[in-house]
């Protein structure tokens, strides 16, 4: 069977040992499949270098680049450059990553019933979530270079429209939560929808979080870049959490926020501006991209780790924390309800209720045999969730059905 995958990025990338903010998951995914004598894998993917196509095969994976001038914008000419992918590579089944990008539509239309959709985000629907509990001023208030948390929102709900478009073409579509496959109802109630979980990065199947192993009263964070990762919910919450225990230490990983050049940034502003108002710098340390096995040595450290976003479907960071058993409070939105159960493997809280946030981290703080309990349970349901053999049978057989 020769397989074709159209992603939002290279996945190559993710090989260069840097922390993969996304994509990684693919990677691993990937590497199974091209272990198989029955799969031949052709990965293609959007690139500015070149007008023509980069090609490329590492070790048994094709990879194929594709020109876009700006991945951000519709372009009706990559149906025939999608065109001559498929007289090239001739597969039999097409597996779009996600929706999120308005190269989905074209290549859902040139591929039709051999294509199948991952659903990763749905940024249509995410940008009605973007700028919940920023206050009015903020989200309007223009930076330097003319941009604002408002239009950063406008340009989510402008690739909402080819996402809904594409989601409508599509015939056949994978997910993961309650959430996603209720949003895909509303927009295709007849599509063919199979649920497949997702498998991780190779490092987070070994390794244990332990209590007495940890850096006690700290916090870790994976993204923060942007205003639905909810960080600004999340200070709220930090605020409270220092009037009791003063020397809480936050680590966030992920983009750089952009701190550096907040006059650019208008979330980033927004941001500074909290930390130095609640004097909560001593308290945060931004540590960016960090390699698989370096973001995971994070984890292991952390006594909690924080899932504050406002909008999400089946975030991996959470995935990752739970299966190495990390103590988790986690925002109770998109499909989060799915992934862990409130009480037993964690917390979960209303996502613009800072005041549980931080009641609920407290708890985990002064409760070791609390956060034990939620070690052990998380990660023997992570374990299940994300089981590499199961999840790569499951798709295989998505694969199968698709092709009839």
């Known amino acids: 069977m020769r397989v074709l995958w159209v992603c939002n990025i290279s996945i190559m990338q993710t090989k260069k040992n840097v922390y993969a903010w996304c994509g990684g998951w693919m990677t691993a995914t990937a590497e199974l499949l091209a272990e198989r004598t029955d799969i031949e894998l052709v990965v293609c993917y959007p690139q500015s270098e070149s007008e023509t196509l980069l090609e490329q095969k590492r070790g048994k994976i094709q990879y194929c680049g594709f020109y876009v001038v700006d991945r951000n914008e519709y372009n ?6 999608f065109g001559r992918i498929n007289r090239k590579y001739t597969p039999d089944i097409v597996h779009i990553f996600g929706t999120e990008f308005p190269h989905s539509l074209p290549a859902v239309r040139v591929w039709k019933e051999k294509a199948v959709i991952s659903i990763q985000g749905l940024i249509g629907v995410y940008a009605k979530h973007y700028f919940t509990g920023i206050p009015a001023k903020i989200v309007y208030r223009q930076n330097f270079g003319g941009g604002s948390i408002y239009k950063g929102m406008l340009g989510l709900r402008k690739r909402g429209k080819y996402e809904y478009k594409a989601i409508q073409c599509a015939r056949n579509i994978i997910g993961r939560t309650d959430w996603d496959y209720a949003c895909i109802q509303l927009i295709h109630s007849n599509v063919s929808y199979f649920n497949c979980n997702e498998i991780l990065r190779d490092c987070f199947y070994s390794g244990e979080w332990e209590y007495s192993q940890c850096k006690k009263h700290s916090i870790l964070i994976s993204q923060a870049d942007y205003p639905v990762k909810g960080f600004h919910i999340f200070l709220r919450a930090l605020k409270l959490i220092k009037k009791k225990y003063s020397d809480v230490e936050v680590i966030v990983a992920g983009c750089p926020l952009g ?16 930390l130095e108002k609640w004097h909560l710098r001593k308290n945060v340390r931004f540590i960016g991209t960090q390699s698989d096995q370096k973001m995971k040595e994070q984890f292991l450290r952390a006594h909690v780790f924080v899932l504050p976003s406002l909008i999400e ?39 613009d209720a800072e005041y549980m946030l931080a009641y609920y981290v407290e708890k985990i703080f002064e409760d070791p045999r609390l956060a034990e309990k939620f070690s052990v349970n998380a990660r023997k349901h992570a374990k299940i969730t994300h089981d590499r053999e199961s999840n790569l049978k499951e798709l295989l057989g998505i694969y199968k059905k698709v092709l009839g």
């Open 313 to 351: 479907n089946s975030p991996n960071s959470l995935g990752e924390a739970m299966l190495l058993g990390v103590p988790c409070v986690a925002s109770d939105v998109g499909g989060v309800g799915s992934l862990m159960r409130h009480g037993e493997e964690g917390f979960v809280y209303q996502v």
């Open 259 to 274: 701190i550096e050049q907040k006059e650019w940034d208008s979330y980033a502003n927004y941001i500074l501006g909290l």
């Open 76 to 81: 009706a000419e990559l149906e025939k450059v």
